[in-house]
């Protein structure tokens, strides 16, 4: 299968990355991005890893459904895809509102309407990461970070609405993890304490990779992924592995 790992700079589109390089469902990876995604260092790689299924396309604007023709054709024929471009919330305060709005709801809604349109497969298969605090109802708007939250609830209802209307052509995941740590990316002592006593939940990079990578090669287990989810799902995956 072709999948495409959309924002694959980032922290969570590495692992992705990494571990579709593995997997033999898997036979093209396009990660796509504004930057080109870096070449993955090989003290990295799990067993088995095929680089030669790994092509990176650039995208300079995100901000159309009409992708260039260039763009389109290496997007063309898509299995599947996991959306990770977003701003984060470490970004936003020196992140513009209408950016940040358009990055983390626009770009996503335009790519499931244009990468959809480029493929015959069926089902076509979207994941949608968001956060555990995005809310879909406006009116259940957190103290912390709300309109942020919002935001990203409102991708939510636009991406689950497009799938709703594709007639069985497109199926959407929306995963909701809570703090991502990895071997890159730790969660400090007091950080933990406070997303604790918030109550927000705690997933590894690998463990949100393992289960979002199953979910789009075996078919999606739910429509929402919360944060137990990931864990619970990306470590059975693991463990299956050993
Ligand atoms: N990390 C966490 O603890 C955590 C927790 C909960 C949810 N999440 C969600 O998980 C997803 C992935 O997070 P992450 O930690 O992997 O984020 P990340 O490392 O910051 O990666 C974000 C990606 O978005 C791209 N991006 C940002 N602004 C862009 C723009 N204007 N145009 C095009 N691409 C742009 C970045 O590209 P550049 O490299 O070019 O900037 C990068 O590839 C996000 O939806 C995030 O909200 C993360």
């Not at 299968?1 to 589109?13: H, R």
């Not at 790994?54 to 992708?67: A, C, E, G, I, P």
């Amino acid at each position: 299968m072709k999948l495409i790992v959309a924002g694959s700079t980032g922290f969570v589109a590495t692992e992705i990355i990494r571990q579709s390089l593995s997997n033999p469902s898997i036979t093209s990876i396009v990660a796509l991005g504004r930057k080109p995604a870096p070449t993955p260092v090989a003290s990295t790689l799990l067993p088995n890893a095929d680089l030669s299924k790994l092509k990176s396309v650039t995208l300079d604007n995100f901000d159309t459904t009409d992708y260039p023709d260039n763009v389109k054709s290496e997007l063309a024929n898509a299995d599947a895809c996991i959306w990770t471009i977003a701003i984060t919330p470490s970004q936003l305060k020196s992140t513009p509102w209408e950016t940040t709005v358009k990055v983390c709801r626009d770009y996503a809604v335009n790519g499931i309407k244009a990468i959809s349109s480029l493929t015959e497969k069926k089902p076509f298969r979207f994941v949608y990461i968001s956060g555990s605090n995005a809310v879909r109802d406006p009116a259940k708007k957190p103290l912390l970070l709300g309109d942020y939250c919002v935001l990203r609830g409102e991708a939510e209802n636009q991406i689950l609405e497009f799938a709703k209307n594709s007639g069985g052509k497109v199926e959407v995941a929306i995963a909701k993890p809570g703090i991502i740590s990895g071997p890159t990316k730790e969660t400090g002592a007091l950080a933990k304490v406070f997303f604790g006593i918030i109550g927000i939940g705690k997933v590894r990079v690998g463990q949100i990779a393992g289960a979002l990578v199953e979910g789009v090669t075996k078919g999606f287990e739910k429509e929402t992924y919360e944060n137990a989810d990931l864990v619970r799902i990306g470590g059975k995956v693991a463990a299956a592995k050993e």
